[in-house]
């Protein structure tokens, strides 16, 4: 990995936890929703590569 | 000044009740609609299969309908601040305006410059730069959610702000308490949330529709399976958060709570029930026909089995000595104001926190004007003022149940969607696609209700405890609010019909009228980030 990348990478991590400790204080709600959406975008998005991976396994034109 | 005519001040509320629901009606799918496009785009970008590509661009066609629309029927509300509202303006504005600048000037702005580059950009940006874009697209639409309802929760928990009396109006003190105001933190969350229900639904239903008529299968089911994923998360989000704002209106607006549980007299812990069902009578000041579920109502509003919850007639004699103060307030400032004198500034300080109190009971004074009550008719305006202070009670209490029946049904519904789903058997389950399709426009109902519940429960005030909503309205006449009113309602009626018509078009054409994609074994491959490593 390049410097750059790696600098880009710690930058953002820092401003991560920066916000996580700021909004995550004031804004608990805030810092849930953020939390939440992502979890939210994530399963959602795990569950169609599920579905990919159940259709390799065990092809079938049933849904 | 000539008093405000009530008809005015009620056309001005049909007007702006008529305007905000129907615009409602637009954006929760905009907020939940960007980011189920963003879920699949990341699918599409991580594993590489164009079927994940044609969801997004499908379903960010009957999001783009949906925005459009939305942008259009959102930007005369403003307006109607300053046309119809232009009292409350005038006292509120300095606070108001702040959170509604920024929302014009930063997300408004960014999500209209994405979202452009998110529909003709599929060809022209590269796979993270397209997928970075739809995410501030989705980061946008909320971002705009967010300061619409930091403004709103303004109105109901004012914080921030004082009033300054040689200005006669609020002045903001700090964007922080504003920004970070406990009932804008849980209401963004539950509004937001909300959407993501709606546009779960939407995408459950139309999926449903394409499976029960054998067409679209691979599509259908995919998408089917993120949205009930994506539903039954957000579902048990929005009940979470509707749980939050219910404590927070039970600390800060005791009438609006009340209300809503259709507590006319002080519960007696632990066993009081949660109703629901009841008849509320305001008229009478009690329910007809409760059905209740006892031991519910106390934890579930005080999170204790001890606390008890104030009624709305205890409520009422409470009222009592703020009306006084209220008063007391309004007339050491009218002397002030004339005076400069310190003592009477003095006066008005140690009544300050009442003050609103004595906008309302103006309402029942000689003139509007509480200088002008006969010191012998004091007791008989206070009187007078007290039942005030209650919303309407009917609408609140059934408003919210709907609301709350509506959030246990879709709970059900996406339950059963995500297991049948994940067990690869929805076409064996004909009943539940139907009623995944039928139940597609519920969740925007739910959401209007929702609406309906916190600002019928607001009432009687516009900025609660300090400026009535019969002071509020603009000086119009009453010709002027009916016409106004039926060319709202006509240009909305057909702004509505048109998304209508271009949502059925849309969803009936189906995802190959945006390019044939793979059969439901094969997804077709692109160059994935997992195809990338090496999978």
Redesign the interface.
């Known amino acids: 990995m390049r410097l750059p990348t790696l600098l880009g990478l710690a930058l953002t991590l820092v401003v991560a936890l920066l916000f996580a400790v700021f909004v995550g204080d ?5 810092f ?2 953020v939390i ?2 992502v ?14 991976a ?2 390799e396994q065990n ?5 | 000044m000539e008093p405000i005519s009530s008809e005015v001040v009620d056309l001005s509320r049909l007007q702006f009740a008529v305007t905000a629901l129907y615009h409602f009606m637009f954006v929760p799918l905009t907020l939940g609609l960007t980011f189920m496009l963003a879920a699949m785009e990341t699918v599409y970008v991580v594993t590489g299969r164009k079927i994940y590509k044609d969801m997004a661009q499908f379903w960010g066609k009957l999001f783009g309908i949906n925005f459009a629309l939305g942008v259009a029927t959102g930007i005369t509300m403003e307006f109607e601040f300053g046309t119809n509202w232009s009292m409350y303006s005038r006292f509120f504005g300095d606070m108001f305006g702040t959170p509604l600048a920024i929302e014009g000037l930063m997300a408004f702005f960014m999500e209209s410059t994405f979202v452009g580059l998110m529909f003709f950009g599929w060809d022209r940006l590269s796979k993270p730069a397209h997928l970075a874009v739809t995410y501030l697209v989705a980061l946008g639409s909320n971002l705009s959610a967010l300061w619409i309802l930091v403004a709103n929760a303004s109105m109901n928990v004012p914080q921030g702000t004082h009033f300054d009396p040689e200005t006669m109006r609020m002045q903001f003190d700090s964007i922080v308490q504003v920004i970070f105001n406990p009932d804008a933190q849980a209401k963004f969350v539950h509004t937001s949330v909300a959407g993501y229900v709606c546009a779960s639904m939407l995408v459950m239903g139309i999926s449903a529709f394409y499976i029960l008529r054998g067409r679209h299968k691979a599509f259908a089911a995919r998408s089917f399976r993120m949205a009930a994923l994506f539903g039954i998360i957000s579902t048990v989000a929005v009940i979470t958060l509707g749980d939050v704002l219910g404590r927070l209106v039970y600390e800060h607006q005791p009438t609006k709570l009340a209300a809503m549980e259709g507590v006319w007299r002080t519960t007696k812990p632990p066993y009081e029930p949660w109703l629901a069902f009841a008849i509320p009578d305001d008229a009478k000041q009690e329910n007809d026909l409760e059905i209740g579920i006892p031991f519910v109502l106390t934890p579930l509003v005080t999170h204790s089995f001890t606390a008890p919850i104030t009624g709305m007639k205890e409520l009422e004699d409470q009222a009592g000595p703020r009306i006084s103060s209220g008063i007391a307030a309004l007339t050491a400032l009218k002397a002030w104001r004339a005076s400069g004198s310190a003592s009477d500034l003095a006066a008005f300080n140690a009544h300050k926190a009442d003050m609103g109190y004595g906008f309302l009971a103006a309402r029942h004074a000689p003139g509007q004007d509480v200088t002008a009550i006969p010191a012998g008719q004091l007791d008989t305006v206070v009187n007078e003022t007290k039942p005030d202070i209650l919303p309407n009670v009917f609408v609140t209490f059934w408003a919210f149940r709907i609301m709350v029946f509506l959030s246990l049904w879709f709970f059900a519904v996406f339950a059963f969607g995500s297991y049948v789903s994940l067990k690869n058997r929805l076409e064996r389950n004909p009943l539940l696609l139907k009623l995944c399709l039928w139940s597609i426009p519920l969740p925007i109902l739910a959401t209007e209700f929702g609406w309906i519940t916190a600002e019928a429960g607001r009432q009687p005030w516009t900025v609660f405890d300090l400026l009535p909503t019969y002071l509020s309205a603009s000086t119009h006449s009453v010709g002027y609010m009916l016409f106004s009113l039926a060319g709202f309602a006509l240009i909305y009626s057909i702004f509505i019909a048109a998304e209508l018509y271009l949502m059925f078009k849309f969803a009936r054409l189906g995802p190959e009228e945006h390019g044939a994609h793979a059969r439901h074994d094969d997804p077709g491959h692109e160059d994935g980030l997992v195809v990338a490593l090496g999978e």
């Open positions: 004031q804004g608990p709600w805030y849930a929703w939440g959406t979890m939210i975008v994530l399963i959602s998005g795990a569950g169609a590569v599920l579905m990919d159940q259709n092809p079938s034109e049933e849904v």
